[in-house]
């Protein structure tokens, strides 16, 4: 039964395999042509499953759904199961082991229906137990180590979708990588000098998208499997619970002897006795030795000696110990001394320091108003010259003036008398 039971667990998981595999790969191709085909079309979609990790994530969560879909349509066929008459009625007294085939022939008639449930498979494995051992003493054993071996199995179960749950994220990452590697690899000097960045920010923008898009799937695929999952579980301790309820107390058992006791002879039982006697008279005696009063005082006295060595190792572990922190006080003390000390020193070097800015200070702010003061010299100066170089210049123009005016009066003279033009020219240069 052990073998046909891991038999159907193989075949089960196969199934659940291919179905994935299969339905899952088919619906997410299928997906994604309504994305980028058909009637599904929209730009911030297709934008999120334009590169082969993004598709590749996609398919893979489509199959991770299918998976789970296929474990919660076998989880509603065991809780149908469960409503289902699969042992006739017991009245709560316990009976015959020779009757288990009666109970096997009426779970017979229901097999079929039953076989690929864990309901079916517990109460089969208990049945068969019970008839190849012809009793019911072990069947508490055997009961937990069915249920043991039903929740590791339902576990295991699990194993497809969980690779699929952390397989899509490292998908994503795997395809963001790829984008910033391509983003980067298709920019040159050129492009970033005539660009700018731009083009490698949405090249990295879209690299991000994969990993967007694969934590987004892997959030709503671990939220799924959490739900069946403990679907399932429920479904189990159901199980466990009819087990309990209509198997383990459902057979007569009866009180077999041990097998040190069959198997140890009448001698070894002898003298198992003998040594007993042996073990409780040596107690006797140590008990009255203990109680005498002599035995009293020497524990006494003995316990107190021991409390008095005890009470002065403890003192003068406590001198030591205070030796040892006045010590290091000291030391803490010493240092914090001398860190005072540097600094009043560095706080008169610092006073030092200040007065001489002050009175550096004080210099500069001197020499600004002399500076000032100059400075209102100079401009007065410069008006002084200014006026000095405006009247230079009117000179000059009269200068020019009276030349202009000698040379017409010399002028008219030569045209009026001839013969005295000499007369203007010499009263010309007595003038100049």
Known sequence: MAQARATLETQRGSLLTWFALIAGAAAGVGALYLINHG???????????????????????????????????????????????????????????????????????????????????????????????GSANDLDDQMRTLADNDAIALDGSYALMRFMIWAMPILGFLGTVLGITEAIAGISPEQLEKGGAGDVTQGLTKAFDATALALGVTLVAMFINYLVEKFEQNLLERVDRFADTELAHRFVRTQAPTAVESAAPSGLQALLEKQIALWNASMQKAEERWSAPQQQEKWAAALQQALEGSLARFGQRIVETEKKLLERHQVVLDGLSKLAGAIKDQGTEHQVALARLTDAINLSVEMVAKMQTNEAQLIRLQDALNQNLSLLASSATFEQAVESLTAAIHLLTTRVNPGQATTPRIMRHEAA
């Open 39 to 133: 009637p599904w079309q929209n730009e911030t979609v297709q934008r999120y499953v334009m590169h082969h990790a993004e598709q590749v994530v996609v398919i893979l969560f489509f199959c991770c759904l299918a998976a789970l879909l296929a474990k919660f349509f076998g989880a509603l066929k065991e809780r149908y199961v469960h409503s289902q008459t699969l042992l006739p009625g017991w009245d709560g007294k316990p009976m015959p082991v020779s009757d288990v085939t009666k109970l096997q022939q009426s779970l017979h008639l229901v097999w079929n229906k039953v076989k690929s449930t864990y309901l079916g498979q517990r109460i089969a494995n208990v049945l068969n137990f019970v008839q190849s051992r």
